[in-house]
């Protein structure tokens, strides 16, 4: 769903990735995952060892997904929690705020919208403290 609550599409319904790149955790490397891949005609690429930064975007987006969301290990049925993914992912890049990116969302960064945001919060702010100055300088004045 998207913020005003309609379902999107899923973005890969009805394909397959050609690659997959992961780490080099034992449940990728195994020999189970390897076989199932190669059935499916899907090449696996790793990252390099010890290198969390070459898909330190997955990295971050689990990180907050798994310490945000503890309700997801107790969902048991695969269909709810593919849809409970599909929600999180929606409110991960298109509502949640991401410092990394100025505090914007990661779609307003990708639509080209991030600076403009940035730039219209800097200007409030000036106003605001002009205005409380303003304010503050009055109140004084009303005093004396």
Do not use: C
Not at 29 to 49: C, L, N, V, Y
């Amino acid at each position: 769903m998207n913020p005003s609550g309609t379902r999107l599409p899923h973005p890969y319904s009805g394909t397959k990735p050609s690659t997959v790149h992961s780490d080099n955790g034992p449940q990728m490397t195994s020999k189970a995952t390897a076989s199932f891949m190669a059935g499916a005609r899907i090449a696996q690429h790793f990252g390099r060892p010890g290198t969390p930064n070459d898909q330190s975007w997955v990295e971050s987006f689990f990180g907050h997904l798994k310490a945000e969301n503890p309700h997801l290990e107790k969902i048991t049925e695969p269909g709810v929690l593919e849809s409970e993914l599909d929600r999180l992912r929606i409110h991960y890049n298109a509502v949640r705020l991401h410092e990394g990116v100025g505090y914007v969302t990661p779609e307003d960064e990708h639509y080209g919208r991030g600076e403009a945001i940035r730039a219209a919060r800097r200007a409030g702010l000036v106003n605001a403290r002009a205005t409380r100055i303003a304010t503050r300088r009055k109140t004084r004045k009303d005093q004396s």
